[in-house]
Every structure is written in C-alpha cells, then in structure tokens.
T-cell receptor
Framework: GAGVSQSPRYKVTKRGQDVALRCDPI?????LYWYRQALGQGPEFLTY????????KSGLPNDRFSAERPEGSISTLTIQRTEQRDSAMYRC?????????????FGEGSRLTVL | TQLLEQSPQFLSIQEGENLTVYCNSS?????LQWYRQEPGEGPVLLVT?????EVKKLKRLTFQFGDARKDSSLHITAAQPGDTGLYLC????????????FGQGTILTVHP
C-alpha cells in the first residue's frame, strides 16, 4: 500500500490481557514513531526508531509498554497486562529521513478498548 | 501546564465565515507545524513555519509565526464544510523532528 498501515484497526480486550499492535510503514522510510491519542486531543509521543534501533522511549508510560522494529521495517507495540487507562487510539507514523527536518506520515491508527 | 496552548478548543461556524485559531506558548521554538486531522484519519501536515514573523498561505489558509517565535495563528477565509476537522499545532523536541509535542487541538465544525 501507499500509506502507513496499522492493524488491527480496532481491538477490544479484557483487563489483564496482553495486546500487540502492528505498524507497517511506508516502504523505505527510515524512521518510525508511535503516538497515543485521546479522543479530541493531540497525539502524545511514545517512542521512535531509526531503522531497527530504538532511539527514544521516554514517552512510554511504564514498563508494561514496549516496542520493537527488528528488521527496520514493521514495528510492534506491545502492552502487557492491559488496564482500562490504556484505552486510546494508538497511531504510528513514518518518515523518509532521520534528523532535524522532514515530514511525518501518520497511519489511521489502532483503537484499543480495555474492558 | 501544556507546552502549547490552543484556542479556542471548539469552534462551530457557518459556511462562508472567517475564523482564526491560535497556538501560544511561553517557550521559543525554532519551528512550528500545523496539522489537520479529519474524522477517522491520522493528522496530515499542512505547513511548517520557521522564521519569526513568517506568513505562509495555502489556498484559503494563512499561517503566521510570531515575531518572537513563541506563538502562531491559523486563519481560514470563507470556511467550507470540507474544512471540518481537528487542527493541531506541534513543535519538535530533541534530536528528531518527528518527536513532536502537540497542542490539545481545536475542533472546527463548518455547517453548510
């Protein structure tokens, strides 16, 4: 596809379960970012990768959240032992370059609901 | 305290009206971006402003960066229903331009 693809688009899970959210960036894009967005609010930075290296994970709320991008392409955001407060839209974005200038291309997001 | 304060939070207007959205901060930034997010979609970059006092135009949208590079505004002329969406300002932090801090956004609804 031409854009950033995320799956699943919707995920409903019970409290305590683990979830894995997948992001397939635009082909050839170097950098990949994960954000979390509450309804009607701006996205909140979680973590980002250049190629397969995680450069910054300062936005991950706690150690239940982790992310990987083992081959420098597809990335997975994993939330262990989910809690109701984890319910949100999780957005992935990619960019063709790393560094100090450029544009982010966002995916349509994965909406997580924890019951 | 939010790094970026956007106002108003909600705006509901009739087609053809003009509007201005504001993004303010007490911090100085090297650049600032504006995004529009339509319902069910991800944010899409509209513009990046980098110079104090800079004015950029994108069809009916006019973006201005404050002289002191602490604030910015977005003005829409003759709004149309297709302008409906969430408007977000954002600034980059750290060594990556993609590590963005967003304002809380302005939800704009333009009624036909």
């Amino acid at each position: 596809g031409a854009g950033v693809s995320q799956s699943p688009r919707y995920k409903v899970t019970k409290r305590g379960q683990d979830v894995a959210l997948r992001c397939d960036p635009i082909s050839g894009h170097v950098s990949l970012y994960w954000y979390r967005q509450a309804l009607g609010q701006g996205p909140e930075f979680l973590t980002y990768f250049n190629y397969e290296a995680q450069q910054d994970k300062s936005g991950l709320p706690n150690d239940r959240f982790s992310a990987e991008r083992p081959e420098g392409s597809i990335s997975t955001l994993t939330i262990q032992r989910t809690e109701q407060r984890d319910s949100a839209m999780y957005r992935c974005a990619s960019s063709p370059t790393s560094g100090t200038t450029g544009e982010l291309f966002f995916g349509e997001g994965s909406r997580l609901t924890v019951l | 305290t939010q790094l970026l304060e956007q106002s108003p939070q909600f705006l509901s207007i009739q087609e053809g009206e003009n509007l201005t959205v504001y993004c303010n901060s007490s911090s100085v930034f090297s650049s600032l971006q504006w995004y529009r997010q339509e319902p069910g979609e991800g944010p899409v970059l509209l513009v990046t402003v980098v110079t104090g006092g800079e004015v950029k135009k994108l069809k009916r949208l006019t973006f201005q960066f404050g002289d002191a590079r602490k604030d910015s505004s977005l003005h829409i002329t003759a709004a149309q229903p297709g302008d409906t969406g969430l408007y977000l300002c954002a600034v980059a932090g750290g060594t990556s331009y993609g590590k963005l801090t967003f304002g809380q956004g302005t939800i704009l609804t333009v009624h036909p």
